[in-house]
Structures are given as C-alpha cells and as structure tokens.
C-alpha cells in the first residue's frame, strides 16, 4: 500500500512554504511540499530588481529544496496534475501521493486581456522572475516602454523603466490609478508623481490593439499609435482553481472558498493566497486580496491547523504600502466609495503634518487620512502619503482597526517624540481630532432636528 503523509502542500510559493513550516514548527514530522519552482522569492521584489534599487535575482531568492531540507520536509519539485478528495490522492506526473490533510496554495496567474497582439515578443507579464528576466533583457536595447495597468505592479514597472532612462506611456483604463484602493484625492497624488517623472498617462481609455511583425512596435488606442519596444500587461491576476474545479471544493468570486480556520468546504482540506477568495475583517463578506502578507498569514493559519492544533483567520483590511520614486503611500480598511456602498455614514478626519518637529530642518512632509463611521465612531479606513514614515502608521492603523478603535481611542493614543524621528503633536491624533470635532457637530445638528 502506498504510505500516506501526514501533510501534502501543492505550491512553493509564499503561502505553501509559509504552511510547510508552519505545519514543521507545530510539530508534524510527515510533510510533503509539491511545487514546480526551484525557487522562493517575493513576486513584490521584481520590480526594484528591473529598476536598479536590487542588485539581481540571487538577492530576492533562495531553493526552496535548500530551504526544505534544512526544516526536515520532504520537497518534490513535480506538477500535480489531479487531486481526488474523496480518495485523498494527489497525482502527479510520477507518483500518486496520499494524504491526510491537505493544503491547496497554487496561487494567481496574470490576467492577460483578449487583445490582439499580446503573444508578441516584447509583450510581458510581470509575475515571475522569469518575466523579469526577460523584461531585463530587452531593456538595454529599447527606447520605449508602455504599462497597461495603473495597479501597485504596474506603477512599480512604469517608474522601474523610467530609472532606466526609458520614455515611459502608462494606460489606465478607469478614472484613477489605483482608484479600487485609495479615494481620488490620493490617486491625484500619485499621479502628479508620475507625471512630475515624466511618465505619460492615459486614463479612462482601453488599448486596441497591440502592433508588430513577430515584435512589438506600438500600441494602438483612442486613435493614437504610441510607439513601443516593451509593453507590460498588469491588468490583474486570476486565482488558480483548475486543481480543485472536479473535487467538489466550493469556490466564491471565482477563487477558492475557505473558512476562519482557512479550510475549504471538504474536511481536512485547507487553502491559501492567491487562489483563495477571503473575508473581509470589516463586513464579514467575501473579497479578493492578492497581497503577499495575506498569503503568509493564511499559509501560517492553514500549516498550524493541518498539523492539528488551532488558529483563526480573522479576514483582510488589505493594508498596503506603496513606493514610488521619493513618493511612500499606504492604506488600509475601506475608502469613502466603499464605505458608502456598505450603507455607512462616515466621516474623515485630515492633517498634513511632518515626519520631525516642525523646526528641524530635515523632517519630510505626510498627509493623514481617517475615514471613521459616524454612527459607532469606529475606524474603517485610512490613507497615509508623504516622503517618509508611512509604513509604520498603517501598520498601527492596521492594528487599530481590527482592534475595532474608535475615534476617542485614537486621540487618547500614547505616542513618542524627538525632533528628528517625531513631531511633538502625533499625525493621527490630529486627524482625529479634526475627525471628532466633525462627529461633535454632526451629532449636535441631529440632536436639534428631534
């Protein structure tokens, strides 16, 4: 009879190896981890590697069969082919795998557009380092780029070109770039950044067609032709589910439902990141997340929980940190336009502050947004932009609000100070009050309407 294990993860990526050595720290000494990659690396980092900020590759990644080896875990560097849950089989190529519990993390694909001309040479998606390599490769001989896509990967690409001396187009086809994460005000923001680097933008428009003899040449949109010798598509990632699409798995939105414990609808079956359709921590509803610190945290709860001990995950607020050029901006929770779609009266407390006392000379400036509901007071979303410090007050805003903080639980926040490293009056204490007096005087209106 074929030996079970204990533990079978499918995915090398951030989740599966994060649940492989979560499932090892737990205490299970049976654990199988299957992936076609060699390596582990930070899909986040490849960006920074085209633009010069990273040295090459060798710095972002490592083997995972080296990282396997050395935590006592059984890697096999195969391509599962079917998965038979009633059975509890996985097969691949070579061998049929029994398990007792399993983790599914076969992550996200680039979602590629049906436009003509995408399988030109010289059109990429930038998901894998192999995509970057390629990009890497073509840059030294190309003179133009154009980005389709105005999300966090395909900003980073768009500034990654300009700090290679590249003329650079970026094509959104909404309102705003990055305008499904931050009101427009922060959109504006980042926008003015771009151009002030010399990227063009065109917004609200769709590309027609990508043109070439076997290579790409230009792109074509709203009757224009802008030339090109690389084109990257950041137009999204899909969950892959074609693992689990005859298991009887129950998938949501187009990605893998699971539960807070992050097991699927079948027993004994777990998923994490990117193939995964998670809760949102504010409503409860099912939401995409896509962001690496997502999979870590799902892959961790999923290796705790098929090595049979006990952790909960509580949903996402997608807190996020972008940076471009000398340009930090973060969030985190719901923006306005969310707020409202969920039926919520909010109200927004602002300042633009700096990142030292206002007398020291090399202090760099920052704007504070909080987005509150007016009925409970609690925090529901915040964006952060400045020349500094951003990363630390969303991750304390992150805290706050899963904490459920109010408003009166943010003026009261104790903070340090020195005038290099701080202000005396803390940002987020000043965009909370300035929110508090508003919720003051709205309550007082309605007080005298009764």
């Known amino acids: 009879m074929q ?183 922060y959109c504006q923001t980042v926008e003015k950044k771009l151009q002030d680097h010399g990227i063009e933008l065109i917004k609200g428009k769709f590309i027609e067609e990508i043109s070439g003899a076997g290579r790409v040449q230009s792109v074509k949109i709203a009757g224009r032709e802008i030339p090109a010798d690389i084109v990257v598509m950041s137009t999204g990632v899909r969950p892959n589910t074609k693992l689990v699409e005859k298991t009887g798995i129950e998938l949501v939105g187009g990605g893998i439902k699971t539960d807070e414990y992050t097991q699927t609808s079948i027993k004994g079956i777990y998923a994490a990141g990117d193939c995964t359709i998670t ?40 807190s996020m940190l972008l940076k471009l050029f000398d340009l930090e901006i ?5 923006t306005e336009k969310d707020a409202k779609a969920e039926g919520m009266e909010t109200v927004t407390g602002r300042i633009k502050s700096s990142t030292a006392a206002e007398y020291y000379p090399k202090g760099k400036w920052i704007e504070v947004k909080l987005i509150f509901n007016a009925k409970d007071h609690r925090l529901v979303g915040a964006q952060i932009a400045g020349g500094g410090g951003v990363a630390g007050k969303v ?16 003026i009261k926040l104790e903070y340090a100070y020195t005038p290099p490293l701080a202000p005396s009056h803390n940002p987020i204490v000043l965009a909370a009050e300035n929110a508090y007096r508003k919720i003051k005087r709205l309550e007082e209106k309605d007080k005298r309407k009764n």
């Open 395 to 410: 991750n304390l805003l992150t805290f706050a609000m899963s904490k459920k903080a109010t408003v009166e639980d943010l």
């Open 330 to 334: 973060g969030r985190c929770g719901f």
């Open 3 to 185: 030996k079970m294990e204990e533990i079978v993860i499918i995915g090398g990526g951030g989740a599966g190896l994060t649940a492989a050595l979560a499932a090892k720290r737990t205490g299970s000494d049976n654990i199988t981890l299957i992936t076609k990659d060699h390596l582990s690396y930070s899909p986040c980092a490849l960006p920074f590697v085209i633009g010069g900020d990273i040295e090459d590759f060798g710095k972002i990644s490592s083997s995972i069969e080296a990282i396997c080896k050395n935590s006592g875990i059984n890697c096999l560097l195969e391509e599962v082919l079917s998965i038979d849950a009633e059975k509890r089989i996985v097969l691949t190529k070579e061998k049929e795998i029994r398990y007792n519990k399993l983790v599914i993390a076969t992550g996200g694909s680039p979602a590629m557009p049906p436009i003509k001309g995408t399988h030109l040479g010289g059109v990429h998606t930038l998901h894998r380092i192999e995509d970057a390599e390629k990009i890497m490769k073509a840059v030294p001989k190309a003179k133009t780029a154009v980005v389709v896509g105005g999300g966090a990967i395909g900003l980073e690409a768009a500034a990654a070109f300009i700090e290679r001396g590249l003329k650079v187009t970026l094509i959104e086809g909404l309102e705003y770039v990055l305008c499904r994460l931050f009101d427009p005000d």
């Open 279 to 318: 809760k949102s921590a504010l409503t409860g509803k099912p939401v995409p997340s896509l962001l690496g610190t997502t999979a870590i945290r799902q892959g961790t709860v999923a290796g705790i929980n098929a090595a049979g001990e006990h952790a909960v995950f509580d949903g996402v607020l997608n």
